[in-house]
Structures are given as C-alpha cells and as structure tokens.
C-alpha cells in the first residue's frame, strides 16, 4: 500500500516555507493542541499531507480526518497568526473519541484515538479495516511510522519453561517509579524483570500450578517513529486518587 522506500524519502526531504505557529485554545484544548504540534512536526507525516497523497485516492464522502489534516497542514505555509483546530474538534466523534465537550481532557487518549483513525482512514480506500488482510494493513504510512512490537517473557522459576508473547503497538507507555532522570532511565526500569510471586504468582502451563516466575518486556520491533509516553502516578491527599501525567516526545530511528 505504502513502499518502504517513500517512508525513507520522506525522512530526508527538506520542509520548506513552514513557520511555527500557535493553536487557539477552543475552550479546555489544550491536551488536543499539544498532540497536533507534535504531529506537525512528524517529518514523514507533514511531507504526505503536504503533498496530499491521500485526498488524491480518498473516495470518502463523509469528513475525512486523512483529508481535513491535509487542509491543517496547508494553512501552515500561509502567514499569520495562530491557527484554529475548531474544525478537528468539532469532529472527534467521528474518530471515535468521547472527549471534549469543553471539559480538560486526557492528551494520550487522545493521540491514541488520532492515530487509529488515520490508519483507519488509510484503509478505507480497501474496502475497510475488516476487509483487509493483516500484513496487508501493516504496509499502511500509519503503520510503518508509528507501528512496533513488544515483547513479553515468562520463565517459570519451577521447570524453566519459557514462554512469550507478542504484542502490536502504536506508542510505548513508560510508568515512571521512583527517580527518573532520563529518558535511557525509564527505558532501563521497563525492560527490568519483574518477579511474579505472592498474590501475583504466574500459572505455568507445564507445572499446571501457579508457580513463582520473571518476566520481563522488550521491544522486539522498534516503530520508525517512537511515541513516548512518560506516565507517572502521584497519589493526592486530599482525594487518595492517582493523578497520570503524560509528556509525549518523538524520537525518530531511521533504519
């Protein structure tokens, strides 16, 4: 759907004719403008909405996130002031999303909701995401820059039968426990192996039992573009509830 290689163009285009500019709050948007100035600066994304590759084929006749981000990136190269995501808000329903409404709201859910509607979007053009076969919906430009693999290991401490899983991913969440000062720390304590015992002993299927066992997580495919999402619970006095804070930041591996 998408060749590989006009991901890895795009990597080493040069954007041109672009200032930075600032979103209008629309009431409470703030979780919402935070995630479009940093899709904005996707190099790969940026480079195909610019060149509007997906309105060419789009046969949508409903409103198209692919198509609408399309005109948002186009009035980047205008001059101006700040740019108004009214028209992106208006329509979260349409990417399946139940924020807004003018309440504060949550900005990785919404990254998240963002991300699968344009891969969604992306498919469209075959018949639907259910009518479309699973490799093939990995070739998608959504899929290629943003999608991984994590990988989790379980050894039964008991027989030392190893077993794994694997898991698709759009972006990496890193919970934040004690000191963290770099981005390297967090990564170091999420592939960490944690000790499975207690009430929270691993059944093992050739023990039959539930025994003591490690796991632990890996990235077995590193996404083109990964998507951190620095999340930390802090525990309020007042309320005893967990507060989550998110800072999202890409880093890009050209491989």
Request: glycine share 6%.
């Given at each position: 759907?998408?060749?590989?290689?006009?991901?890895?163009?795009?990597?080493?285009?040069?954007?041109?004719?672009?200032?930075?500019?600032?979103?209008?709050?629309?009431?409470?948007?703030?979780?919402?403008?935070?995630?479009?100035?940093?899709?904005?600066?996707?190099?790969?994304?940026?480079?195909?909405?610019?060149?509007?590759?997906?309105?060419?084929d789009c046969?949508?006749?409903?409103?198209?996130?692919m198509c609408?981000?399309?005109?948002?990136?186009?009035?980047?190269?205008?001059?101006?002031?700040?740019?108004?995501?009214?028209?992106?808000?208006?329509?979260?329903?349409?990417?399946?999303?139940?924020?807004?409404?003018?309440?504060?709201?949550?900005?990785?859910?919404?990254?998240?909701?963002?991300?699968?509607?344009?891969?969604?979007?992306?498919?469209?053009?075959?018949?639907?995401?259910?009518?479309?076969?699973?490799?093939?919906?990995?070739?998608?430009?959504?899929?290629?820059?943003?999608?991984?693999?994590?990988?989790?290991?379980?050894?039964?401490?008991?027989?030392?039968?190893?077993?794994?899983?694997?898991?698709?991913?759009?972006?990496?969440?890193?919970?934040?426990?004690?000191?963290?000062?770099?981005?390297?720390?967090?990564?170091?304590?999420?592939?960490?192996?944690?000790?499975?015992?207690?009430?929270?002993?691993?059944?093992?299927?050739?023990?039959?039992?539930?025994?003591?066992?490690?796991?632990?997580?890996?990235?077995?495919?590193?996404?083109?573009?990964?998507?951190?999402?620095?999340?930390?619970?802090?525990?309020?006095?007042?309320?005893?509830?967990?507060?989550?804070?998110?800072?999202?930041?890409?880093t890009w591996?050209?491989?």
């Amino acid at each position: 759907m998408f060749h590989y290689e006009d991901l890895v163009k795009f990597f080493q285009y040069e954007v041109r004719g672009i200032s930075p500019r600032g979103l209008f709050n629309c009431g409470n948007s703030c979780y919402a403008n935070a995630v479009l100035q940093c899709l904005m600066c996707t190099k790969p994304l940026m480079i195909h909405l610019l060149l509007r590759l997906h309105s060419k084929d789009c046969c949508s006749k409903n409103w198209c996130l692919m198509c609408e981000l399309e005109q948002y990136a186009s009035t980047l190269r205008e001059s101006g002031g700040p740019v108004s995501p009214s028209r992106i808000l208006s329509n979260l329903r349409n990417i399946g999303c139940r924020l807004g409404g003018g309440s504060q709201e949550d900005a990785h859910e919404f990254l998240r909701h963002l991300v699968m509607s344009m891969q969604a979007a992306c498919l469209d053009g075959l018949g639907g995401e259910k009518q479309v076969e699973q490799s093939l919906q990995e070739t998608t430009l959504i899929q290629q820059m943003f999608g991984g693999r994590l990988k989790s290991k379980v050894k039964c401490l008991r027989c030392h039968h190893e077993s794994e899983r694997y898991e698709n991913i759009m972006d990496l969440t890193l919970e934040i426990h004690g000191w963290v000062e770099s981005l390297q720390d967090a990564l170091t304590q999420f592939t960490a192996p944690e000790d499975l015992d207690g009430d929270n002993m691993y059944k093992c299927g050739r023990c039959c039992a539930y025994v003591k066992a490690r796991k632990q997580l890996s990235v077995h495919e590193v996404p083109n573009i990964l998507t951190v999402v620095l999340k930390r619970f802090q525990e309020s006095m007042a309320r005893l509830t967990n507060v989550s804070l998110f800072l999202i930041c890409w880093t890009w591996f050209l491989l």
